[in-house]
């Protein structure tokens, strides 16, 4: 019987032993001999809860033991014993979450073995990749080193902790594949505070080579939709999308304006939504951002396509 995606085919069980291979050189700063549950253990059980709806983890896989006598964290991920929530926060905060980045590159080169990246290619042939951060902790007392920190009016400061979290995604698509995230965190010998396009430009650094043979088309809000992430892109061999809007790129619209009668802009509408009968506007900016290039006019505040 063929398999669904031929010889290259990923099961669970190849996740779980890679991820299983790379929990097992987890940080252990215990200290004595009390050491009951296995990093391993801890990891397993925090990756196995993507797979349970359960608002308490440790919770459902007590009630699967009591009345089936067997829990998924066992016979799906090989977990012996399952710590508590607060054990496995303790157990696993002192690894660094750098770590974990080759998983993420074994899952996208195992999908593209399989034939499965091919099939996200959308935007002229290219794989759409999102960046975004998102703030995972906030907190007006507790904080550490690591934290970010904002200053209000009041005197009060806010601490947090924030990551930019790349995926590829298809339009239409429900699935999205996640790619290895970067932390936004004060860099070493960093005067001002790190934020998320510095981290963006470091994940370019860092994965420019992580596609192969894929084109990739970055895309962006409008944080990104200025002259130095375009040309980060560009030199990293990369296309992108930025939102791009009025209100903050003034000077971007009069040279867009003034370009406009020409035939140096080229203009797609696209139909948004089923029969709706709404249009969208995506206007190819690149030829903007060249012309301007090309001229050494660096007036603009901002620069997309």
């Given at each position: 019987?063929?398999?669904?995606?031929?010889?290259?085919?990923?099961?669970?069980?190849?996740?779980?032993?890679?991820?299983?291979?790379?929990?097992?050189?987890?940080?252990?700063?215990?200290?004595?001999?009390?050491?009951?549950?296995?990093?391993?253990?801890?990891?397993?059980?925090?990756?196995?809860?993507?797979f349970?709806?359960?608002?308490?983890?440790?919770?459902?896989?007590?009630?699967?033991?009591l009345?089936?006598?067997?829990?998924?964290?066992?016979?799906?991920?090989?977990?012996?014993e399952?710590?508590?929530?607060?054990?496995?926060?303790?157990?696993?905060?002192?690894?660094?979450?750098?770590?974990?980045?080759?998983?993420?590159?074994?899952?996208?080169?195992?999908?593209?073995?399989?034939?499965?990246?091919?099939?996200?290619?959308?935007?002229?042939?290219?794989?759409?990749?999102?960046?975004?951060?998102?703030?995972?902790?906030?907190?007006?007392?507790?904080?550490?080193?690591?934290?970010?920190?904002?200053?209000?009016?009041?005197?009060?400061?806010?601490?947090?902790?924030?990551?930019?979290?790349?995926?590829?995604?298809?339009?239409?698509?429900?699935?999205?594949?996640?790619?290895?995230?970067?932390?936004?965190?004060?860099?070493?010998?960093?005067?001002?505070?790190?934020?998320?396009?510095?981290?963006?430009?470091?994940?370019?650094?860092?994965?420019?080579?992580?596609?192969?043979?894929?084109?990739?088309?970055?895309?962006?809000?409008?944080?990104?939709?200025?002259?130095?992430?375009?040309?980060?892109?560009?030199?990293?061999?990369?296309?992108?999308?930025?939102v791009?809007?009025?209100?903050?790129?003034?000077?971007?619209?009069?040279w867009?304006?003034?370009?406009?009668?020409?035939?140096g802009?080229?203009?797609?509408?696209?139909?948004?939504?089923?029969?709706?009968?709404?249009?969208?506007?995506?206007?190819?900016?690149?030829?903007?951002?060249?012309?301007?290039?090309?001229?050494?006019?660096?007036?603009?505040?901002?620069?997309?396509?």
């Amino acid at each position: 019987m063929a398999t669904p995606f031929g010889s290259s085919v990923l099961t669970l069980d190849d996740i779980s032993t890679r991820f299983r291979h790379t929990f097992e050189g987890f940080v252990d700063a215990r200290k004595g001999k009390n050491k009951h549950y296995s990093l391993t253990d801890a990891a397993l059980s925090a990756f196995s809860v993507f797979f349970t709806q359960s608002p308490s983890f440790l919770d459902f896989q007590r009630t699967l033991e009591l009345t089936h006598g067997n829990n998924n964290a066992r016979t799906l991920f090989g977990v012996h014993e399952i710590p508590s929530d607060n054990q496995i926060r303790n157990l696993l905060d002192n690894t660094p979450p750098q770590h974990l980045d080759p998983l993420y590159s074994f899952i996208f080169n195992a999908l593209d073995n399989a034939s499965i990246i091919d099939t996200f290619h959308s935007f002229n042939d290219s794989l759409l990749v999102a960046l975004d951060g998102v703030e995972y902790f906030s907190s007006k007392e507790i904080h550490c080193e690591h934290c970010s920190t904002r200053q209000h009016a009041n005197g009060q400061i806010t601490y947090s902790h924030t990551v930019l979290t790349p995926v590829v995604l298809k339009p239409s698509c429900k699935e999205v594949i996640p790619l290895a995230p970067e932390f936004i965190l004060p860099q070493d010998g960093a005067v001002k505070q790190d934020c998320e396009l510095n981290a963006g430009k470091r994940w370019l650094h860092r994965y420019q080579k992580e596609f192969g043979r894929h084109k990739v088309t970055l895309l962006g809000d409008d944080l990104y939709s200025h002259e130095p992430c375009c040309r980060d892109a560009l030199a990293h061999g990369f296309d992108f999308i930025y939102v791009c809007k009025k209100s903050s790129h003034t000077t971007l619209y009069e040279w867009l304006d003034y370009l406009q009668g020409g035939d140096g802009i080229r203009t797609v509408h696209v139909l948004a939504g089923r029969g709706s009968g709404t249009k969208q506007t995506l206007t190819d900016m690149r030829s903007l951002y060249l012309y301007v290039m090309e001229r050494r006019h660096f007036m603009c505040n901002g620069l997309s396509w």
